[in-house]
T-cell receptor, first 115, second 115 residues
Framework: GAGVSQSPSNKVTEKGKDVELRCDPI?????LYWYRQSLGQGLEFLIY??????PDKSGLPSDRFSAERTGGSVSTLTIQRTQQEDSAVYLC????WGMGDYGYTFGSGTRLTVV | DQQVKQNSPSLSVQEGRISILNCDYT??????FLWYKKYPAEGPTFLIS?????DKNEDGRFTVFLNKSAKHLSLHIVPSQPGDSAVYFC??????????????FGQGTILTVHP
């Protein structure tokens, strides 16, 4: 597609439920990042994909968080047993390294609210 | 620890005047710096960047200055326009190693330009 697409745009879930957030990157972009922005905070790195593998998962806050990427394209971020502190905007970015300037293109994000 | 800091949560300027947004960093390994602009309900978009081998980079109304000894960078917008009203994020990265192009973001500064 023309841009990075994220779904859903908004998600309200009850504490303890699992949620899946989806990112559809720009076609041909091999690198994909997940970040999140909690209230009053900057963007916090979660995980990086190169193709289908994740060389850097160091930002995942706990083992309740996992992510996968299939076919070198769509990525899914899963949060199990959600907690209120998981409430944040989750942003996905895909990258075309050939563009320089890191070529990050962000999606519009998924606003997750855990009640 | 917050490796990239934007100490001013907000800034208000009059249309036509200069806007100066500041950013400080602590990690001396950072060698590439970027500014992103974010409107509500949208993902951040790339604005301007600077490599550590330079101390200034200019693009139209936007200029970024880097003071490596002080570990400080600033974004100047001249003249400011109401459409510049947005959240501005400073970000930093280090080339090579295991950085994988990962960006470390500041908390953001809300810029409001009054007509």
């Amino acid at each position: 597609g023309a841009g990075v697409s994220q779904s859903p745009s908004n998600k309200v879930t009850e504490k303890g439920k699992d949620v899946e957030l989806r990112c559809d990157p720009i076609s041909g972009h091999t690198a994909l990042y997940w970040y999140r922005q909690s209230l009053g905070q900057g963007l916090e790195f979660l995980i990086y994909f190169q193709g289908n593998s994740a060389p850097d998962k160091s930002g995942l806050p706990s083992d309740r968080f996992s992510a996968e990427r299939t076919g070198g394209s769509v990525s899914t971020l899963t949060i199990q047993r959600t907690q209120q502190e998981d409430s944040a905007v989750y942003l996905c970015a895909s990258v075309n390294w050939g563009m320089g300037d890191y070529g990050y293109t962000f999606g519009s994000g998924t606003r997750l609210t855990v009640v | 620890d917050q490796q990239v800091k934007q100490n001013s949560p907000s800034l208000s300027v009059q249309e036509g005047r200069i806007s100066i947004l500041n950013c400080d960093y602590t990690n001396s390994m950072f060698d590439y710096f970027l500014w992103y602009k974010k409107y509500p309900a949208e993902g951040p978009t790339f604005l301007i960047s600077i490599s550590s081998i330079k101390d200034k980079n200019e693009d139209g109304r936007f200029t970024v200055f880097l003071n490596k000894s002080a570990k400080h960078l600033s974004l100047h917008i001249v003249p400011s326009q109401p459409g510049d009203s947005a959240v501005y994020f400073c970000a930093a990265s280090s080339a090579g190693g295991t950085s994988y192009g990962k960006l470390t973001f500041g908390q953001g500064t809300i810029l409001t330009v009054h007509p």
